[in-house]
């Protein structure tokens, strides 16, 4: 039994077969996911599907960084009030993505007051980090210190992971563990003790081999997850057991 950590079932690549996209999960062995939002828009769809499938599908509350240039105030306040009244699991995805034009001191902005909203819920936080993994350890080391902290498909490589462990950060790892070129993500999923490791797809995107290139959805988990059990020396199982055990005491779910 798998947990898909992170998807966006709103997509519209996704949503018009929102029920087959369950039933194969499922039938992959994925029984739980959680959908995330990533603006006021996608926070608000991620708390619907939630709703439908109660017990299988989870959602976030997100301001994602490259949203950072078009959330303003009536945008954020919607997004605020969607995390104080629909009941996410965590605040995300949120972060920095330095990949892109999007102003880095709104980036900023929005990402502190994030972290800020999550404190007051009480609410963990899953971080975006794209291209800016030193300017990420800064602010959580900053502003989250005692937090919840799941870094969302872990990119920083080995090098990093002890700074991350460092603030009790949880590692979610990808489909690029199983890329041809993502040798750096599995030398870090070597490093990464069983029990600080999740798994999940970001479906659509992030297509783990050998479907890379067409759309990923959350039955793809099971790539991610065999993949990482590999690196470890673990079985499926074994696997399996722990990152739904860290996952579920991440989001508290029951």
Known sequence: ?????HCHLDDERLLPEEADVIVRAREAGVTRMVTIGTDEKTSAAAAAIASRHPG??????????????????????????????????????IGLDFHYETSKERQYDLFGKSIALAKELSLPIVIHDRDAHEEILKVLKDQALGMRILMHCYSA???????????????????PVTFKNGQEIRDAVQLIPLDRLVVETDAPYLTPHPHRGKRNEPAFTRLTAEKVAEVKGLSLEETAKATTHNALRFFSIR
């Open 56 to 93: 299988v599908v989870w959602h976030t509350v997100g301001a994602h960084p490259n949203e950072a240039d078009r959330i303003g105030e009536p945008e954020w306040a919607e997004i605020a009030r969607l995390a104080r009244t629909t009941k996410p699991v965590a605040i995300g995805e």
């Open 157 to 175: 490589g080995p090098a990093l992971v002890e700074k991350f462990m460092a603030l009790g950060c949880l590692f979610s790892i990808a489909g």
């Open 1 to 5: 039994m798998l947990i898909d950590t």
